[in-house]
């Protein structure tokens, strides 16, 4: 047989699969159509891994679409498609045997003899009986609700006919078909809830569904699609199916398209039916984790009753399963592993994995110098902490726990571009060195957006880190929240089958089955360079905090908890059982762990604490946060010639590269600025003050939706060739010894991506690391980043970031989303010097300000309100000279008056309006108003100000002009830092729109009016 016109369907591809078995082992044993194919996905899969955005190597075709013969079409009809598409009959008609059966199980008493439950699912079935078995109860796992109850009854189900001709290549097929039921399939009656009930088997699983009889079980099928042996008895082959993918762990992977994924998921699953062999250290470093996990919330509870912990109890498997996915990963030589997690055990993460000193911990809760954190900290299971970690194979890695804001999953993109950065600054390419490992709670890694928008970045070439370790802490509650209540999928990882990766469901009450998930994530991750999901299934033996009632809200199922052995002694017995270790032995590494505490806890209370490291050292080392007013300003001009030769730099092109004409034109345009016969626009300051600050060694990562050619079709920082499509991106190739430039178009996201460039501007100190919005207005879908990060992370976390956020700002008549970046939210934010806030008014000081943002040491958040019409206003331009002198001013007085002018009104403005507000002086010819322009907000240039309003005499108003209405934009911001009076001898009142509920008109020729009105009446008062 050959590859076949035919595409594949669900029904062929085990066979599919089967052949590419052969083909990986003995490529001489497939016919040479299907050699060619198979070696062709091959070398599709080594493209992919090139190049993360091609797609898979292998996707069905459409319906309607002609499919692409792939080699001559000598299609077996056997092995095809097959025509025979499964007829509906009425559920209690079976198949050709008839009768109910029973169904061998392998999994009838669980792993190892004992499972969690005293058995594994499901003991014999009875399908085709015709009874519908709905869910399995409240809790049982993925079907906990109605809406996901199996239905066991097959009314519904469409069946093959009854059984057709009894040949031995029918039989195979079916066998085959029955297999690949399994791998789809089989993870729904896995056992996978610890206090779930047996998950009713599925009938797409029972043999009979297929036509396949009792008496079938004894016959002998190939089993070259199941690896090892070459034939079994359908009774063993099931036996296999079930041991592999019904048992603790349940896998989702067929849903990925790359047959060389897949395959690769196979063998390792089925050749070991998923388990992982242990030896008895290994299963009494399991133990000891576990009592590890265990004395620490037992700890807690008795020392602090009633303190809020977010204690792990229940879950504790989580802390075996990090134990070992750190020492996989050292193994791996992973050298640096960054951690994001939410509260929930996060104390006892800290305490047992990122080997933060109990003590510390304790002396948090006993929380005795109220001076000390007035106005400024944070709880304590929201700290991070980092540390060196030695593996007991002696490999050593650093760990991160990010610090982490009570929003759940926000910090996600934050530690993906953390880490990033970190690879980046160590080496860049396969990114191997590094692993980001996430720890999610099951309802808010369902319910939150933020995990698609970071799983989304997984893959990019922008934002990737070469595939993050996912970890649901699967307690199936939120809250209060039931999973029935919480999401419409029936796991809390669906969102995860968005990519091309397995999602491993395992039951954290058999930590030896927690092994081999680790195990083999760990293992995906490092061969294909992907995510990976482990959904643990667990409970919380608590309520939501340690106050909280969980009967009121749950009472059935917390009467079954409470009668629940730990997942230490249930494992404990099993090993007892096993004869691996002693009653004695246990009991000594418990009480060893109990005095542990016990004196870290007399410390804690007694002796004085000093705090541990702080974090300006290594990278951060030299680098300062704080007032602004401690730093010294620095020049940020660069000389003449090297602004000009820069900007012809810019305009240089590989040879033979054909630009667009219109792209040829701003080139040209681009060299008469650099010989001076051109003032520089926007977008050339901006480009002069990248490449500088690269040419200066400094590092430059800008992301954005579209900028890399701008949102407004001026940035042009990639070009592309109208014949091949090549990119080219000038500021890159500056200079052999020039430090990196990055821009790219960034996802559709806003709150992901800005996280991950917080992340990056973490770990890249010395950077410039900067996040343009579309339109200013789009920066609240990422407000949480903004409040939980940027504006409060030096005073929460002492963690200073000098992140840049371009914001598209100013009434252009574009309706009310395209107006306004808010402003006022940004100066509602601002105290104690925590970010900056500004607005240029011209090219050249917009470069200043990105130079000076690079050059300073003092690292703030920069938010900077961008232009828009300015970018290609005739007045909007600067000189060369006006970039090589001087650095940013905070305030620009008013040049265009003689000296000695008899001011009777000052207008004090920010941004494009000045514009238009000096457009009519002229126009009007007043020489009696002066037009000063502030360009930064935050932090307040009094002293500038002052300085610029000292020509002015007493008495003179002040006009705060603003095109925002009067509740938004500085007004009021500026209101509370003056009063009604400038520096108590100016009064001081403002111009603005109308109050509105909404930031502008939706009429362009409203707007046009409104803005008439606005600059007349900021003339009309004298
Ligand atoms: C964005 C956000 N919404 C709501 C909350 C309040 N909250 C804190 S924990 C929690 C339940 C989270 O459930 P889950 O993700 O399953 O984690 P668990 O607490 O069960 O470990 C909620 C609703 C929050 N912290 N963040």
Redesign the pocket.
């Known amino acids: 047989m050959q590859p076949a016109e035919t595409p594949f369907d669900s029904q062929s591809l085990a066979f599919v699969e089967g052949m590419y078995q052969d083909y990986l082992r003995d490529p001489s044993s497939v016919d040479e159509g299907w050699r060619k194919y198979f070696a062709s996905l091959a070398r599709e899969d080594a493209a992919f891994r090139r190049d993360p955005r091609r797609g898979p190597s292998y996707q069905p075709p459409g319906l309607f679409e002609k499919t692409q013969p792939a080699h001559s079409t000598n299609a077996n009809p056997t092995h095809s498609a097959p025509a025979t598409a499964p007829a509906s009959v009425p559920a209690n008609v079976t198949n050709g045997a008839g009768a109910t059966r029973a169904v061998p199980h392998a999994n009838g008493s669980g792993p190892n003899g004992t499972g969690p439950n005293g058995t594994g699912p499901n003991g014999s079935t009875a399908n085709g009986s015709g009874t519908t078995n709905g869910s399995s109860g409240a809790k049982s796992a993925g079907n906990g609700n109605g809406k996901h109850a199996t239905t066991n009854g097959a009314a519904a189900i469409s069946r093959p006919p009854s059984r057709p001709t009894n040949t031995s290549t029918v039989l195979q097929e079916r066998v085959d078909q029955l297999v690949r039921a399994y791998r789809v399939r089989g993870h729904r009656i896995a056992n996978l809830d610890p206090l779930g009930e047996q998950r009713p088997l599925l009938p797409e699983l029972d043999p009979s569904f297929y036509g396949l009889s009792a008496a079938d079980l004894e016959n002998t099928f190939s089993t070259r699609s199941l690896g090892g042996e070459d034939e079994a008895t359908l009774r063993r082959i099931i036996s296999r199916m079930r041991s592999t993918y019904c048992r603790f762990i349940g896998v989702q992977f067929m849903h990925i398209d790359d047959l060389n994924v897949r395959m690769w998921l196979i063998d390792r699953m089925e050749s070991s039916e998923n388990r992982l062999e242990l030896g008895r250290a290994e299963q009494l470093r399991i133990l000891t984790r576990l009592t590890d996990a265990v004395m620490f919330e037992e700890f807690i509870q008795k020392r602090y009753l009633g303190a809020k912990s977010?204690s792990l109890e229940g879950?504790e498997s989580l802390i075996p399963l990090l134990d070992m996915a750190i020492e996989k990963a050292a193994e791996q030589r992973v050298e640096e592993i960054t951690i994001a997690m939410?509260?929930?055990?996060r104390l006892n993460v800290l305490a047992n994995i990122i080997g933060k000193s109990p003590q510390e911990i304790f002396h948090e809760f006993e929380d005795l110098e109220p001076a000390l954190h007035r106005g400024r900290g944070d709880v304590k299971y929201h700290l991070g902490y980092s540390s060196d970690y030695v593996t007991a194979a002696g490999h050593s890695l650093h760990l991160s726990l990010c610090f982490n804001p009570?929003?759940?999953?926000?910090v996600n993109p934050v530690a993906m571009g953390r880490m990033r950065a970190k690879q980046d600054r160590v080496k860049e390419g396969e990114r191997l060195e590094g692993l980001v490992l996430m720890i999610?709670?099951?309802?808010?890694?369902?319910?939150?957006g933020v995990i698609q928008e970071t799983l989304n970045l997984s893959q990019l070439p922008a934002y990737t880190t070469g595939g993050t370790l996912h970890v649901v802490?699967?307690?199936?509650?939120?809250?209060t929240?039931p999973a029935d209540q919480?999401r419409s999928s029936m796991y809390?990882t669906d969102v995860a089958k968005m990519l091309q990766i397995p999602i491993f469901h395992v039951n954290g009450e058999d930590p030896e089955s927690v092994a081999q998930v680790v195990n083999l994530a760990l293992d995906f991750q490092r061969e294909f360079h992907r995510d990976v999901v482990i959904d643990m299934y667990c409970y919380?033996r608590r309520g939501?905090n340690e106050g909280d009632e969980p009967a009121f809200t749950q009472p059935l199922l917390y009467r079954q908890i409470e009668e629940r052995m730990t997942v230490r002694e249930s494992y404990l017995e099993r090993l007892l059982l096993l004869g691996g270790i002693t009653c004695e032995e246990a009991d000594r590494i418990a009480e060893e762990r109990r005095q542990r505490l016990e004196e870290a806890f007399s410390r804690a209370r007694t002796h004085v604490f000093t705090p541990t490291a702080e974090s300006m050292t290594g990278a951060w080392a030299g680098y300062i946060g704080g007032k602004e007013a401690n730093v010294d300003e620095v020049p940020s001009g660069c000389s003449r010639q090297r602004l000009s030769e820069l900007l012809m730099a810019l305009t240089k092109l590989p040879e033979g590269f054909k630009p667009h004409p219109k792209i040829e034109r701003f080139l040209a345009q681009r060299q008469a600025m650099a010989k001076g016969e051109r003032p520089l626009d926007w977008s050339a300051a901006e480009a002069v003050a990248l490449g500088s600050i690269a040419t200066d060694g400094i590092r430059v990562r800008l992301s954005g939706q579209d900028c890399e050619r701008g949102t407004f079709s001026q940035r042009h920082a990639v070009l592309h060739d109208v014949e091949t499509d090549a990119r080219h991106m000038a500021l890159g190739q500056l200079d052999p010894q020039q430090a990196k430039v990055e821009i790219y178009n960034s996802p559709l996201s806003e709150v992901a991506v800005l996280g991950f460039e917080y992340g990056y501007s973490l770990d890249q100190p010395n950077g410039l690391v900067m996040w343009e919005a579309q339109y200013g207005d789009f920066v609240n879908v990422a407000a949480?980043i903004i409040d939980q990060f940027i504006v409060s992370a030096e005073d929460k976390w002492r963690r200073l970031s000098g992140l840049v956020l371009l914001l598209p700002h100013g009434m252009e008549g574009s309706g009310p989303e395209h107006s306004s970046a808010r402003l006022e939210r940004f100066l509602t934010l601002a105290a104690e010097d925590n970010i900056q806030i500004a607005q240029p008014s011209t090219p050249a000081q917009y470069y200043h300000l990105l130079r000076r943002q690079a050059i300073r040491r003092w690292r703030k958040p920069l938010v900077v309100m961008t232009p828009k019409s300015l970018l290609r206003h005739a007045a909007a331009v600067s000189t060369l000279e006006e970039l090589a002198e001087g650095t940013y001013r905070r305030v620009l007085p008013d040049t265009a008056l003689s000296v000695g002018a008899e001011v009777r009104r000052v207008l004090l403005c920010s941004g494009k309006v000045y514009y238009e507000l000096d457009a009519r002086r002229r126009e009007l010819g007043r020489t009696d108003v002066a037009i000063l322009r502030l360009e930064q907000f935050y932090p307040c240039p009094y002293q500038q100000l002052r300085a610029a309003l000292a020509g002015y005499r007493d008495g003179t108003p002040v006009v705060w002009v603003q095109e925002e209405p009067e509740n938004m934009g500085a007004w009021w911001f500026l209101r509370m830092q003056f009063g009604e009076s400038m520096f108590s001898r100016l009064p001081f009142s403002g111009i603005f729109r109308r109050a509105g509920a909404s930031p502008a008109t939706g009429s362009a020729s409203s707007h046009r009016l409104e803005q008439d009105e606005l600059i007349a009446s900021a003339f009309g008062g004298v």
Do not use: I, K, Y
């Open positions: 977010f879950s939410a509260h929930r055990g009570s929003h759940l999953e926000f999610h709670g099951d309802a808010s890694f369902a319910g939150e802490v699967n307690n199936q509650l939120g809250f929240t919480a809390a919380r939501h949480v």
